[in-house]
Each structure stands twice: as C-alpha cells, then as structure tokens.
C-alpha cells in the first residue's frame, strides 16, 4: 500500500464512524459491520508496531553517539577560539528574542494552509508574508497550553512572550544545564521533564508517559512511540546551541543528549542539526553559511542531511513562500507535516528568501505553513544569533515588555534579561570546562 493511500484509509474511517452514528440511530446493529473494521485495524496498527527500519536505514543512521560520529563528514568542529561574553550577550539576546518573535507570530495560525493565512492578512489590511504580528485571531479566548488567550499572540494585546511549547522547551534546556551541570546525561533530562512538564505532545508526550510509568530513559523514547522522527526533537535544540556558541560539535553533542530521550534516527538528527547550525550562527556572518556547516555534525548519508542538501541546492531556485512550499511538497509529498526533514527545508527556505533581514525570514517562514510556529521560532533563532539583537526591529520585541511565559511546573514566569545573563553564565562555563580538552 502507497502511504499517499493513508488519506483514502483516513477518509474510510471517518465515514465509517458517520455511517455507524446514522444507523445506530435508526435503531440498527451496528455490531456485525464494525468489530470486523475494528479487528482489521488492530491487526493493521499490531503489524506496523513490530515492524523494523530497512536495513540501509539501520547501517546509516545510528542513533548512538559514538556511532553517529563515525558517520559525519568533516567539518569545522570548532569556530571560536574562545568565549567572548560582551559579543555573546548581544548574540544570545537576537537569537531568543527573533525565536520568540518567530514563534509567536507563527503560533495562532500554526498549520494552516497558505489561503487561510492570506485571507486573514487581506481582512486585517495586512502584507503577506506579515511585517508585524497578527492584527487579530479568529479565536481570541482559546487558551493556549491552558494559560495563553490566543489574542495574547496580536499586536496590540501582547504583553509578554506568551505561552509556546518551543519556547517552553528553550528554558527547560536552560533549567537542566543550571540543575545537573553542563555535562547532564539524559537520565538527568528525564528527571526534569518529571520535575516541570505538566503536559507535552506527540514523540514528547509518550516519552513523558512512559517515565512516569517507570520506563527506563533508555527506552521511554521508543516504547510505543511513532513520533521517533517528528519535529519535536529539533524545536528542543536552541538551549544546546546558546550552551555552546561558535562550538557547533559540542553543541550538537549536548542536543544528543537530550534528543535521545524521546526521539530515535531522523528525530534525534534533527536536533543535532539545528543545534549545530544554532552555534554556528554566533561566528559567522550568512545564516546559510551556519546551515551548511551544520551538516558536518549528522551523518553524511542520512535522510535528513540529504533532505537538508536538497534544501540547501533548491535555496537560490526559491522565489518566494508559495514557490518555497510547493518544492517541499512536491519532493515530501507522502511526509507528513510534522516530519523533522519537510519542515527543516521551509526553515532553510526562509533564511534564504530573508538573508540577514529578521522581519523577512520569519514572516517568509510563518507565510509557508506546515508546522509554523516551529519553524519561524528555529530561522529566527539562526538568524538572530547571526545579526544581534540591535538589528531587530523594535516592534517585534517590544509587546514582550522583558516578560516571558513558560507551562512549566513552579517555573511560569522568566525574564528576557535575565534568561540571557543565566544562559551567559552556562556557555562561559561550557567553553571554561570543555574546551580545553577538547
């Protein structure tokens, strides 16, 4: 069976739930018809779970350490020659505050189509791809994350960074580099999700349910878990690359660790990837000059690093964010939209149409869709690291007022400076601890 007939097999199932509903109300059996589909299903979903990777896939992608090294090509492990904290300072601020600026503009029209998206600009008198944030939102009181209206996310109502799992996980990074040391093993990134996810989703969310049931952190990532390669690893990657900017090894390294947890092959890469990419950005001058040096920390015939290069090759092709998101669908057309390699491509994709400008990179990437809010909050995060926080426009951190929002458990609220003078604190130790022996 094609996956591209996993829509008919969706379609099937809803209408056979309608069908079900319409007789069952017309006072009919229903039970002859529906415990054979039930049954099928099960069996279908029982085959599946067992099944293995290919066996190309096992011998490129390794998913540990020591293996993945092996594998890389090579690259520039290391770019800075030492840590200088005024010049990180203004780094690490561009890069978390054009993530949040990414994110939140991303957040209230996270998955919707391209039309959807240039209806509302049209409606609210706004450019396409958005200038600024969202003038309104369809459904203003809808919370999100059980704390963040959805008008927290417009220009006008926002008052601080709000509620987002991608920036979120940023500062439980940052938690667990403070609360286990910059050499945490991912034991201990399973004590802190414990400790201060409430809740998660997909690949995260097994993985957080299957510690609490007492699965071991070696195998709470693939115990029943069909999100092993989703996007929920890569938007985990910022606190790694903050940890260790200009270092995109050690960068890369630190996401393994945490990546491992809940993700397995492409998942784990993709953190890896953008992490690597993330340090990068803090030593070079070209946002695409830090996604081709991330490579160098994957290995070199995986299927995310060919995506990646397929990305990178199609770059100077893309003429705008409807051009951008009908190559990736054209080449990932069975992938589905929350895959890490789809959506690393509409990131590379908006760093390539904004370049250096952070109103063009995140608004072309949002103005792509699939899971955009990640995907904005990751090019913004690279491209900010690149410029600095003085050369992003002001109306884009200004409604967060030096305030930021989290779900975490007995950890709600932060503060931008704050956050980064802490995330000083750790890369100065990172470079102070590590480098040397390197």
């Not at 878990?225 to 890369?252: F, L, M, T």
């Amino acid at each position: 069976m094609a996956l591209s007939q996993s829509t008919e097999l969706g379609k099937l199932v809803a209408q056979l739930n309608d069908w079900m509903f319409q007789a069952h109300d017309q006072g009919v059996n229903i039970h002859p018809a529906v415990k054979p589909a039930l049954a099928a299903l099960r069996r279908a979903v029982a085959e599946l779970r067992k099944a293995k990777p290919r066996a190309t896939i096992v011998a490129n992608e390794p998913n540990a350490l020591a293996a993945i090294h092996s594998r890389r090509p090579v690259g520039p492990r290391r770019l800075w020659e030492r840590f200088d904290p005024k010049l990180y300072a203004e780094k690490v601020r561009g890069a978390y505050l054009a993530r949040a600026a990414g994110c939140t503009l991303g957040a209230i029209v996270e998955f919707n189509s391209i039309e959807q998206m240039e209806g509302l600009a049209a409606h609210a008198g706004q450019p396409m791809p958005p200038e600024d944030y969202w003038a309104f939102t369809n459904n203003p009181w809808h919370k999100r994350y059980l704390l963040s209206p959805c008008e927290d996310y417009t220009r006008g109502r926002m008052n601080h960074v709000p509620v987002d799992d991608d920036l979120t996980y940023t500062l439980l990074g940052l938690l667990i580099l403070e609360d286990s040391g910059v050499h945490f093993t991912t034991a201990d990134v399973g004590k802190a999700w414990l400790k201060y996810l409430p809740v998660a989703c997909t690949a995260e969310h097994v993985a957080l349910e299957n510690l609490k049931k007492g699965v071991s952190w070696k195998r709470a990532g693939e115990k029943d878990n069909p999100y092993v390669e989703w996007i929920g690893a890569d938007i985990r990657s910022d606190p790694w690359g903050y940890a260790a900017p200009g270092w995109p090894a050690k960068a890369a390294e630190l996401a393994w660790r945490d990546a491992f947890l809940s993700h397995r092959f492409g998942g784990i890469y993709g953190e890896m990837y953008f992490a690597a990419v993330i340090a990068a950005a803090f030593a070079v001058d070209d946002p695409m000059r830090a996604c081709e040096i991330g490579l160098g920390e994957i290995p070199r015939r995986c299927r995310v690093a060919e995506g990646i290069r397929w990305g990178l090759n199609m770059a100077e092709t893309v003429k705008d964010y409807r051009h951008a998101r009908q190559l990736v669908d054209e080449k990932f057309h069975d992938m589905h939209g929350v895959h890490t390699i789809n959506n690393a491509c509409l990131t590379i994709f908006g760093l390539a149409l904004g370049g250096r400008d952070v109103t063009k990179v995140i608004g072309n990437t949002v103005a792509m869709g699939l899971d955009n809010d990640c995907t904005a909050a990751t090019a913004g995060s690279i491209v900010g690291a690149v410029v600095g926080a003085k050369a992003i426009p002001a109306h884009w951190t200004r409604p967060f007022k030096g305030k930021i929002r989290t779900y975490m458990t007995g950890q709600e609220w932060f503060t931008i400076d704050d956050v980064v003078a802490r995330f000083g604190a750790v890369a100065k130790q990172v470079w102070e601890t590590d480098a040397v022996t390197e």
